[in-house]
């Protein structure tokens, strides 16, 4: 049975949240928490480089005991010591995990503060105001947990995109490798690139007599089959996620991955293009009366309705068919157009691996310049860099950049945006880098007046390149700060200081919406991976996936330039 990464990596969190609601000691902790992200990151799937004989001892942080949990889930589908732990503590407990504000210490606190078992006696106790009385919680936290609690039963069962992609891969190279299958592909929000997916949508074209439902059915991960025939099927795999299946003649097979991409809004507009013009859509094919004028792939069935090829990512009915009818569809971003990655981290604060090994994986991944930025040191960082950590780290990397050929070092910090808008670090410190990356990571519930406020301060100091993950929303965890991001953008266009692009799966930040609009105020944009392990610049691929329904071409991203273009134009967002 194939165990995905993300199984395995859910297994770990699991266990560290209900080891931290038992009290257990932080190490312990920590050391789960580091193995579901390294496990999670990994570009191939795990359970199968371990059937091919590798140890997973070997990755980073993974010790033997760790090991032989991940040898253990991978050989059996089951992990005991998690089911150990789920039977010792209380369900009721688990349950307020399920709330996106609620982790294992407030959990704890909770529990500990007013005898809260479950979700009955949270819901009672915030009817009695009693919340806002625990200890670092407050009548604002209180606030936000009535909320989430109403609408815990309305959450969605969506999944991250790089969640889903492992699934969607596994899935379509089993229906592809059935007999007489002449083509498969993932359609729907999958292959629009949204950052979450709610099913997957499969396409094949196979001919009359290929019996795709029996084989699907096969699957060794379908949990239960909700709908059975010879053109469509739905199932659930073993870890919830649906699966649709439709299968068409090859004739048809363009009309249908068209239809099933979408977006719905995409193709009800299509559909009314197509009728204006005496001709009828559908999953196989465009029609005169009975004729089908086109079908086999989606150009022809866009060339039927007279537009050129609109990409997947571009299919969400925002102004894209009056694009396309006047030749203005932007050329979207690639992957291979990124020189460079402006954002990342090494050992010397959060991240996993030393310097050199960082630059080294930046230059495997096709980069030509590596920004080094590590945290400041700031009220309740673990370990950030102080004056004198980042003075050190400016020799290094200039002692590297003799040294290694290939690519270029830059000397950056992430630092903090404090509540009122000033930085983390002394100007003095921050002139000696070539960027400046500004993050806000504390006071994410201001009102929308200050946050506003406090986020043009710091658009105001003379150092400031880059605004890190502007919203700081975590999907599905942590909302959006609020913020007339109208303003916010206009300011940075005239400063001027990059918006970034945030590729960590669960940030994507900017969103699609907002990324288009900082773009259509004239502000640029980096994209950038946040590195913290050699492996995360895999990771550009889906911040140029965001960019791609940001509707933006390379001339938009900041790190599609030549390192000499991006030096310059680096240098014009420090004010002194
Ligand atoms: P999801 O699964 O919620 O992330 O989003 P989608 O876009 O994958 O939506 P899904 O799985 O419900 O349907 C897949 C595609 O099928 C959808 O993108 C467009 C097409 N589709 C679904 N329902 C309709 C409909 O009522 N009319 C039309 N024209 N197309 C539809
Ligand atoms: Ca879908
Ligand atoms: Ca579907």
């Avoid at 902790?29 to 193995?35: D, E, K, Q, V």
């Avoid at 309305?154 to 083509?183: C, F, K, M, N, T």
């Avoid at 080094?372 to 200039?398: N, P």
């Avoid at 003095?428 to 993050?439: F, I, R």
């Amino acid at each position: 049975m194939p165990v995905h990464n993300d199984e395995i990596a859910a297994a770990f969190d699991e266990i560290a949240d209900l080891l931290s609601l038992s009290g257990e000691n932080q190490f312990r902790i920590r050391a789960y928490r580091r193995a579901a992200q390294t496990v999670r990151a990994l570009p191939g799937e795990l359970a199968t480089r371990i059937a091919s004989g590798f140890d997973p001892d070997q990755l980073p942080g993974i010790g033997a005991d760790l090991a032989a949990k991940i040898r253990e889930f991978v050989a059996t589908g089951r992990c005991r010591a998690l089911e150990e732990l789920r039977r010792s503590i209380p369900r009721g407990l688990r349950e307020l995990l399920a709330l996106p504000d609620v982790g294992p210490q407030r959990a704890r606190a909770l529990y500990e503060s007013l005898g809260i078992h479950g979700l009955a006696d949270l819901r009672e106790a915030l009817a009695r105001h009693r919340i806002r009385r625990v200890p670092h919680f407050g009548a604002r936290l209180e606030e936000r947990l009535r909320k989430s609690l109403e609408t815990l039963g309305e959450r969605s069962h969506r999944v991250l995109w790089s969640v889903a992609d492992g699934y969607a891969q596994a899935l379509r190279r089993w229906l592809a490798a059935i007999p007489g299958v002449a083509q498969v592909e993932v359609a729907g929000s999958y292959r629009r690139g949204r950052e979450t997916v709610g099913d997957l949508d499969l396409v094949v074209a196979a001919p009359p007599g290929v019996d795709v439902d029996r084989a699907l059915r096969g699957y060794d991960e379908v949990a239960s089959v909700l709908a059975s025939g010879r053109t469509r099927s739905s199932v659930v795999l073993r870890s919830g996620l649906q699966v649709d299946v439709r299968v068409v003649p090859p004739a048809s097979y363009g009309a249908a991955l068209y239809y099933s991409t979408g977006s719905k809004a995409h193709n009800i507009h299509l559909r009314t293009l197509a009728v204006a013009k005496g001709l009828k859509v559908n999953e196989y094919g465009v029609y005169r009366g009975r004729t089908r004028i086109a079908g086999e792939t989606e150009e022809s069935v866009l060339a039927a309705v007279g537009l050129p090829y609109i990409e997947p990512e571009l299919r969400e009915d925002r102004g894209e068919f009056d694009a396309a009818a006047a030749g203005r569809l932007p050329t979207l971003v690639t992957r291979a157009q990124l020189r460079g990655d402006l954002h990342s981290h090494t050992r010397a604060t959060d991240g996993m691996a030393s310097l050199e090994e960082m630059v080294a994986a930046a230059r495997q991944a096709g980069l030509r310049y590596l920004a080094i930025t590590d945290h400041s040191k700031f009220l309740g960082a673990v370990h950030g860099l102080d004056a004198t950590g980042l003075s050190r780290q400016i020799d290094e990397i200039d002692s590297l950049n003799e040294r290694i050929r290939g690519i270029r070092v830059l000397k950056g910090v992430e630092v903090d945006v404090l509540e009122d808008g000033s930085l983390a670090l002394p100007d003095a410190v921050l002139a000696k880098l070539d960027l400046v990356v500004g993050a806000v990571h504390s006071q994410f519930d201001l009102p929308r007046k200050r946050q506003t406020e406090r986020l043009l301060r710091a658009l105001d100091h003379p150092y400031l390149s880059v605004l890190a993950h502007p919203t700081a929303r975590l999907i599905d965890q942590r909302p959006p700060i609020d913020c007339d991001w109208g303003r916010v953008f206009r300011r940075a266009a005239e400063r001027p200081c990059w918006m970034e692009l945030n590729a960590q799966p669960a940030r994507l930040d900017l969103d699609d919406v907002l990324a288009r609009e900082a773009a259509a105020s004239g502000v640029l944009l980096s994209i950038a991976s946040d590195a913290h392990r050699v492996e995360d610049f895999a990771l550009l691929e889906g911040g140029v996936r965001q960019a791609r329904r940001a509707w933006l071409s390379a001339s938009a991203i900041a790190n599609t330039r030549p390192l000499g273009e991006l030096r310059r134009l680096l240098r014009g967002t420090f004010l002194k």
